[in-house]
Every structure is written in structure tokens, then in C-alpha cells.
């Protein structure tokens, strides 16, 4: 157990729907990222977070609307999704961002697995 | 371009004999990190070595660094079936991690 929860872990879904994937860490940490791991890709920074504020956003289609209400929680909305997108959706947090070193290790939830058809 | 890129793509040993991953990089780092990944699962940290540190031990993880050629191993002693697993290193830059492509390691018993 790494102290970060995603849910669901497995999601089908059709082009049209909307649903949202959801991250909860507790392990106290000011940093949260969701990522994008397709089979035979590298792993894809989508957004970062730090004390609630986006940091980062990697050029990800407006189709995924990323939400962090608090330190503690993070949301990633989908809709009108291709079946492009489907993928292993991976959230994890870290103490804060910055050179200092154990600062930014990641601890990361185990994934929801999304389907679009 | 991707910053960490680990060699080789994968990789199969016996049970018992050692396991080395390769990373290398194309700028300065403040640190370079070595995680696993079980099949479908999410990353877990194994181990972070500073960049003016050289080699760091962890169990049966020996990590090396040579800032001169941009350069890392990860080497796995005695290895287990359990071992079987992607091995990623991830490169840190002004607090930013970039992911390498990874290394699947499977350990036959």
C-alpha cells in the first residue's frame, strides 16, 4: 500500500460518456500528478499540481479537464474520449517539487485501467 | 527528447544470476531515481542517488552514477522470480521527474 488511492481501478466506457477518475493520497504531500501509460509507450506526464495550483500541463487535449480541490484529492474528467485514449491512468504525489532530492520522489496509486470503445 | 533512456528493452536471466539496467540522460540532473513497476500496477520507488554521489546500495540494489558519460545502472544481486518486473529510471531536473521507456526484466525460476 503506497498511500495513494485511485478509483476506479477499471473503467469501460463508450466516446460519448462522461465519467471522472479519482486520486486521494494520504500521506500528506503538496505535489500530485496524473500520467498517461500506453502498452509500448513511455510514461506521459499529463498535469502536475502543487499546493492545489496547476504547475504543469504537457499540451494534454481539453477532452481531459484535471480538478485538485484540495492537496489530498485529485479528479481527472473525461468526455467525448477516442479510443486512442484508452490506457493505464496513473496518479501519484510527492512531497513537494524541487532539486532538494527526497522531496520529489513519487508514490504512485496502482492505476485505473481505461477502455474506450 | 526523452531524457532517461534505459537499455536494454528487456531482458530475461535464471533465477539467481544478476540483473543490469542501463539509463542514460542528455543534460545535467540534480538526481536520478530507479523505480518498479509490477504488471498493470503503479510505480514504487526503489532508490535515489544525488548527483554528486557516485554509487548507492539497497538490499540486493547496487545503483551507479557517472555524471561524466550521463550515465546509470541499476544492478539486481541474486535475483528472484519475484524480480520479474519493468525497471524505469526517472531523471530530475529543476524538480521535474521525465520517465525513461524502461526495461522489462523477467526471472525465470
Known amino acids: 500500500e503506497t498511500g495513494v488511492t485511485q478509483t476506479p481501478r477499471h473503467l469501460v466506457m463508450g466516446m460519448t460518456n462522461k465519467k471522472s477518475l479519482k486520486c486521494e493520497q494520504h500521506?500528506?504531500?503538496?505535489?500530485m500528478y496524473w500520467y498517461k501509460q500506453s502498452a509500448k509507450k513511455p510514461l506521459e506526464l499529463m498535469f502536475v499540481?502543487?499546493?492545489?495550483?496547476?504547475?504543469e500541463n504537457n499540451s494534454v487535449p481539453s477532452r481531459f479537464s484535471p480538478e485538485c480541490p484540495n492537496s489530498s484529492h485529485l479528479f481527472l474528467h473525461l468526455h467525448t474520449l477516442q479510443p486512442e485514449d484508452s490506457a493505464l491512468y496513473l496518479c501519484?504525489?510527492?512531497?513537494?517539487?524541487?532539486?532538494?532530492?527526497?522531496?520529489?520522489?513519487?508514490?504512485f496509486g496502482a492505476g485505473t485501467r481505461l477502455s474506450v470503445l | 527528447s526523452q531524457q532517461g533512456e534505459e537499455d536494454p528493452q528487456a531482458l530475461s536471466i535464471q533465477e539467481g544470476e544478476n540483473a543490469t539496467m542501463n539509463c542514460s540522460y542528455k543534460?545535467?540532473?540534480?538526481?536520478l531515481q530507479w523505480y518498479r513497476q509490477n504488471s498493470g500496477r503503479g510505480l514504487v520507488h526503489l532508490i535515489l542517488i544525488r548527483s554528486n554521489e557516485r554509487e548507492k546500495h539497497s538490499g540486493r540494489l547496487r545503483v551507479t552514477l557517472d555524471t561524466s558519460k550521463k550515465s546509470s545502472s541499476l544492478l539486481i544481486t541474486a535475483s528472484r522470480a519475484a524480480d520479474t518486473a519493468s525497471y524505469f529510471c526517472?531523471?530530475?531536473?529543476?524538480?521535474?521527474?521525465?520517465f525513461g521507456d524502461g526495461t522489462t526484466l523477467t526471472v525465470k525460476p
Open positions: 501519484a504525489s510527492s512531497q513537494d517539487i524541487g532539486p532538494a532530492g527526497a522531496k520529489n520522489i513519487q508514490y
Open positions: 543534460t545535467s540532473i540534480n538526481n
Open positions: 526517472a531523471t530530475v531536473v529543476a524538480g521535474k521527474s521525465t
Open positions: 499540481y502543487n499546493f492545489k495550483e496547476q504547475t
Open positions: 500521506l500528506g504531500h503538496n505535489a
